[in-house]
């Protein structure tokens, strides 16, 4: 996101002076409001007028789509049309804004979601003071609400009321589109590498021999035709990913009640292709002073069983419906997105812009919608990023040595790996090509005819050499011997039994006494105390 504060730019005091003119012009200019819808309505015939005298409007700026978009998706009492008069009250300059309350109070373009470029009207023969005029009424509105003006394209008229814009200002970044030069289809085709340039001209041969007709839609018509497109669109995404907003009713009002106004006033352009005498598929496309882009199709899905590329059949239309293709400064607008069908042409690249105008009163609003901003930006970027990490393939993410391939070996495709092993052994890799080493030898080192390039048979298992295994070295513990107490160490005293009398010793030596006899042995000796206590025992005796 670029952003650029409000002291950073030149302000309109700067500017070269106006003319006396222009000068007179804008002193003259009255501000008012417009705010009902009839009174919308009734604006038609000037704001076409002024819509032809603005270089800077595209398709999207005039009455009949605007006004339409308000019939179906606007709010009853929230209308701000902004209107600029000269003294004798002709139409200068309009902004087309509605009154919002969330996220904060603001003053923003009509359109929505489904206008691709917004702006502000400002007549060429008084650009400079149709803006200051238009400055000075809206800075009263903003004492309340926030201006906030987006997608911009570059060169809008917008950028005029930014310049002159006395209070807080800031410009972010807005919504990514891609644009061709409005050159011929051959001029076009010089823009793409030569292979893919005879690929485009293989696939319109392919439509000119399918016998596709195509004619324009007349704005008595239009209503059966934009019907037809949604009817396409719905069945050409089914079970596929679409605009939720392409679906729903109010769209279909919307767009049926803006076409056939914008056919018959040269500003639309609806085209039927038929295949086999119905109708395959329909195309609006937008047509402005300098701009001209495809904004939606539907598309019969058996135009692309019969391998007929859409898209080209598309763009050769819209480019034959240029009448100044060549033209310096012509461009043909792919619209808001990057989708990658667009990317097979190498567009260039432009950044809508988004103003934001406050008073003092509003600059915290500024600055709270500013770091809104921001945030969710980085939170863009950060799932895009997680995207493309969690769905990308192996060989996209890398793997092993960083490549997606082991060293020396190619990371298979998705078509390859659907292949059986037989059929996958035949396409190219890393050594060379089908399968096979520069020097012709199968990529497991055997020779064409089957044997190996050593002379051993293919099934030979060669020995498996193991690598050293290194043991780490055991530290063994030291070894503590517990110390020896000297006291354990000294001799218990040798008790001496008392002398004993004869008679004693000669039962002692008796066969009862010994357990050889069958009489009842004697009592035997009292035991001696152990020797623990042969010490303590001794003392008690003495």
């Known amino acids: 996101m670029s952003s650029a504060l409000g002291t950073g730019l030149p302000r309109a005091g700067a500017r070269r002076a106006p003319s006396a003119a222009a000068d007179a012009a804008g002193q ?18 000037e704001w076409e007028r002024l ?4 270089r800077s409007a595209t398709p999207f700026q005039s009455h009949a789509w605007l006004h339409s978009w308000w019939r179906a998706y606007g709010t009853r009492g929230r209308l701000r049309l902004a209107l600029v008069r000269d003294g004798a009250g002709r139409l200068l300059a309009v902004a087309p804004l509605r009154a919002v309350r969330w996220p904060v109070p603001a003053l923003v373009p009509l359109g929505s979601a489904v206008t691709d470029f917004m702006d502000v009207l400002l007549d060429d023969d008084h650009r400079g003071a149709a803006a200051e005029a238009l400055v000075r009424g809206l800075s009263a509105a903003a004492r309340t ?18 310049e002159a814009w006395p209070g807080p200002r800031r410009i972010l970044d807005d919504s990514v589109c891609l644009q061709l030069p409005a050159v011929p289809l051959e001029s076009l085709l010089t823009r793409l590498a030569a292979p893919r340039a005879q690929r485009v001209r293989a696939k319109l041969r392919k439509l000119d021999a399918l016998g596709i007709e195509q004619r ?13 497109l949604l009817r396409l669109h719905r069945l050409q995404w089914q079970g596929r990913g679409v605009t939720a907003e392409h679906l729903r009713p109010r769209f279909a009002e919307h767009l049926v009640g803006a076409a056939g106004r914008m056919v018959a006033a040269g500003q639309a352009r609806l085209t039927e292709f038929r295949l086999d005498g119905e109708v395959a598929a329909v195309d609006l496309s937008l047509r402005g002073p300098r701009l001209r882009g495809g904004y939606l199709y539907g598309a019969d899905p058996r135009l692309r069983e019969r391998k007929a590329d859409v898209a080209t059949m598309l763009l050769r239309s819209v480019l034959a419906d240029c009448p100044d293709t060549g033209a310096p400064g012509g461009i043909l607008s792919l619209l808001r997105g990057e989708e990658p069908y667009k990317h097979h042409w190498r567009p260039d690249t432009a950044v809508n812009r988004r103003y934001l105008l406050a008073s003092r009163s509003t600059a915290p609003l500024l600055t709270a919608v500013t770091l809104d901003a921001a945030a969710r930006q980085r939170a863009r970027a950060l799932r895009a990023a997680w ?26 495709g998705p078509e390859e790996k659907a292949k059986g092993p037989e059929q996958r052994s035949k ?10 080493g520069r020097n012709g030898k199968e990529p497991d080192g055997k020779a064409p005819g089957g044997k190996a390039s050593d002379g051993k048979r293919p099934d030979a298992k060669a020995p498996v050499r193991k690598a050293p295994v290194r043991k780490a070295p055991v530290r063994k513990a030291p ?11 000294r001799e218990a005293p040798i008790r001496q039994a008392p002398p004993r009398k004869a008679g004693v010793e000669a039962a002692s030596s008796s066969p009862a006494r010994s357990g050889q006899g069958g009489g009842k042995s004697a009592a035997p000796a009292p035991r001696t105390a152990p020797d623990a206590g042969a010490g303590r025992g001794a003392d008690r005796e003495s």
């Open 28 to 45: 003259s200019a009255v501000f008012g409001w417009c705010r009902t819808q009839s009174e919308f309505a009734a604006l038609a015939p």
């Open 51 to 54: 819509y032809d005298n603005c």
């Open 145 to 162: 609400r926030l201006l906030d003006l987006g997608e911009a394209r570059p060169g809008a008229a917008t950028a005029l009321l930014y």
């Open 216 to 228: 324009p839609v007349p704005a008595a018509e239009a209503e059966q035709a934009v019907r037809t």
């Open 387 to 412: 995207r493309e990490r969690t769905w990308a393939a192996p060989w996209e993410r890398g793997e092993r040595n960083g490549t997606g391939k082991r060293a020396g070996q190619r990371a298979l």
């Open 427 to 436: 396409a190219p890799d890393a050594q060379g090509r089908n399968g096979k």
């Open 479 to 489: 070894v503590r011997e517990a110390p020896i107490r000297e006291a354990a160490l």
